[in-house]
């Protein structure tokens, strides 16, 4: 092998390698958001009636955008590496819960 077919090797393996770190990443970060929404949600649960409900209503729904933000550009990077087939995102990242109302 050449000199210049080790590189090409190499730099192939540098970006796979990239791809998988992004991908990682991006896991992590709607795996965080989605922890995040989940504990606003339960604390909306226990939230007394009023201004107290409310605010946490909107640091819930805040907390949803985010975890679907996260869940998108989780989404956008499978494609990138061909992954087209998203049912396992949406069996272990399921979307957090809409309020009613």
Known sequence: MNYREEALQRTEKEIVA??????????ECLEAALRAAAELHDALQEAPDGDTREDARERYRQ??????????????????????NHRLVDQQFPEPPRLDG
């Open 18 to 27: 990239e791809k998988a770190a992004t991908l990682g990443r991006a896991g």
């Open 63 to 84: 907390a949803r955008v985010r975890a679907l933000e996260a869940r998108r550009i989780l989404m956008i990077q499978r494609e990138a590496i061909g992954l087209r």
